[in-house]
């Protein structure tokens, strides 16, 4: 999966991932999906180890390859 980065905030309706959680977990938009996915399409949100991940960093934004099977959730 190609992840885009999408960082959590508070207070407004959006994202919210508790402070002890903060160093350990990453939420992002699929952006595309390899051809042996079968249970993400791309703009699915997901909540993904921050750790088990390739980061990528291009034109100032942040983003992520990620294995189907590290993604702990999916937020529709």
């Not at 939420?27 to 791309?42: A, S, T, Y």
């Not at 993904?48 to 960093?57: C, D, L, M, P, V």
């Amino acid at each position: 999966l190609l992840v885009k980065a999408i960082r959590p905030e508070s207070g407004d309706g959006k994202l919210v991932d508790p402070q002890q959680y903060e160093d350990k977990a990453e939420f992002g938009e699929v952006i595309k999906c390899g051809q042996d996915v079968k249970d993400l399409k791309p703009k699915d949100i997901i909540r993904f180890g921050k750790y088990s991940t390739e980061a990528i960093r291009t034109q100032g934004e942040d983003f992520y390859l990620v294995h189907e099977e590290d993604c702990s959730a999916v937020l529709k």
